[in-house]
């Protein structure tokens, strides 16, 4: 097998738990990553996938890398983790519960990062007795409702006797075909590693997917953030010793030199390092889920998904007004706006790598927790100035005195009175026109000549003050 003229393409398994992914994956693949099939100890022990599996087949002129990740709750930012790396996606659905929970969040999470070719497989059909056909018109409707549309393509299975994978290969073809895929095979070298492991007589290998670049034999990488590199000794392409790799290719390599104990997923191998920043205070721009119904206060903490890791911060929306940043609440109706993101921790980030994803993983797992996506407008060194409004209340001593209306409470002496002339004041009130007294008082503007005012009415000055966040 010239496994180096495959096109490699990279195709995401997602689903609700136990809808089956993992056993069709086993069932499709023909090649098996030391990651793939639920490798992990705890995956057999509790009989659920729980991290990242990579298992492969051919298919044409294809090499498929299918990308399974946990249809469990509390793991979906591991799921999260693997949309920076494929090209499309399975949507898998037990046939026998339809649509769940996080089946929808799964397609907000695909959707938000631009992945905008699915294929809906509707598993389990040996143990249905329904109408297939109402079954699938019943799938269909629900996808009318999302981006994807009624006419997704859907395909009915049973994993467990094997029945309707070759119409399903067919359909994976078909999409594939029509795939619009760009490789930039020039350039710097970059790979998110996923997973790191040694092997007697050898050291350190690393897998991961060429997102950019050409690797050949005997090139110094870099691994970011831990700052350690080494010579690429060794390349394979599942399991088959490649001399080069581009852009695409899903690979191990063996570098020699690293201490593995410091490497972790999320890391980058380079060949450049300057196409990263190790920072903790980031500028965005949010592409909001309209189906998220929380608003998302100055402040509110979140789970950021920056390539293959999922990191926690607190984010800042703010508007701009003659160039000052100025704090904000965002409803649910509100569909885009800025903010600031301050990390817990530093975080690696590609410079190019614009897309995230914004979760709260702190609300229920009932409802649909995925915020929107975010693209990155500029790295901080230093926390930049914001400002907010400040309300002060007075009241009316004297709506008919000769000088003018006289208004206290807005200033507590006359020193603060001199400070508010010409501060602008709320509706119908116009500006502080001059001080009165020695006490605060102070003298305002009135404009609608159709209301009249009374002794007590309140006068209220908005402030616009400055401050600086703290850091977490």
């Not at 629900?142 to 467990?160: L, Q, R, Y």
């Not at 600031?340 to 190019?352: D, N, P, S, T, W």
């Not at 010409?422 to 159709?450: D, M, Q, R, S």
């Amino acid at each position: 097998m010239d496994i180096e003229k495959k096109i490699p393409i990279h195709i995401g398994l997602f689903g609700h738990i136990d809808s089956g992914k993992t056993a069709i994956a086993k069932v499709i693949s023909e090649i098996i990553s030391t990651a793939g099939i639920d490798a992990h100890p705890q995956s057999k022990e509790r009989g659920i996938t729980i991290d990242l599996g990579f298992t492969s087949f051919l298919l044409d002129k294809y090499l498929i890398t299918l990308v399974d990740g946990p249809g469990h709750a509390d793991l979906i930012k591991i799921s999260a983790s693997s949309v920076e790396i494929i090209d499309c996606a399975l949507i898998v659905i037990d046939i026998n519960k339809g649509p769940q929970v996080q089946t929808g969040e799964h397609l907000i999470m695909i959707e938000s990062l631009k992945i905008d070719k699915i294929l809906v497989i509707l598993n389990k059909i040996d143990l249905f007795t329904g109408n297939l056909e109402i079954e699938i018109n019943k799938t269909r409707e629900f996808f009318d409702s999302t981006s994807f549309g009624h006419d997704v393509p859907i395909f009915a299975v049973s994993a467990k006797k094997e029945d309707g994978f070759e119409e399903l290969k067919n359909g994976i073809l078909e999409m594939i075909n029509s795939l619009k895929i760009e490789r930039h095979s020039e350039g710097d070298i970059i790979i998110p590693i996923d997973h790191h492991f040694p092997i007697k007589g050898m050291g350190a290998i690393l897998t991961g997917t060429l997102l950019n670049g050409t690797l050949r034999l005997n090139q110094n990488l870099e691994v970011l953030p831990v700052n350690m590199s080494g010579r690429v000794k060794n390349i394979q392409i599942f399991h088959h010793n490649v001399e080069i790799a581009k852009a695409g290719d899903r690979i191990g390599i063996n570098i020699k030199g690293l201490d593995l104990k410091k490497v972790y997923r999320g890391c980058y191998a380079t060949n450049n390092p300057n196409d990263f920043d190790y920072c903790n205070i980031i500028e965005i721009k949010v592409n909001t889920n309209k189906l998220f119904k929380s608003k998302t206060k100055f402040g509110t903490q979140i789970h950021i998904t920056i390539g293959m890791v999922t990191t926690t911060g607190k984010i800042y929306p703010y508007y701009e007004l003659d160039g000052k940043r100025i704090e904000t609440t965002i409803k649910n109706t509100d569909r885009g706006f800025n903010a600031l993101i301050l990390f817990k921790e530093k975080v690696l980030i590609r410079k190019e790598r614009t897309i995230m994803l914004l979760s709260r993983l702190d609300l229920p797992p009932t409802t649909l927790r995925i915020l929107g996506s975010a693209e990155l407008l500029k790295i901080y060194k230093d926390l930049p100035l914001f400002y907010k409004y400040k309300t002060k209340k007075g009241i009316i001593k004297n709506p008919e005195h000769p000088q003018g209306i006289i208004c206290l409470g807005l200033a507590q002496s006359a020193i603060g009175a001199k400070k508010i002339i010409g501060k602008i004041l709320e509706p119908p009130f116009t500006k502080v026109l001059n001080t009165f007294g020695t006490k605060g008082a102070v003298i305002v503007g009135f404009k609608n000549e159709n209301k009249k005012i009374k002794k007590g009415d309140p006068v209220f000055l908005k402030e616009l003050r400055s401050f600086k966040l703290k850091n977490i």
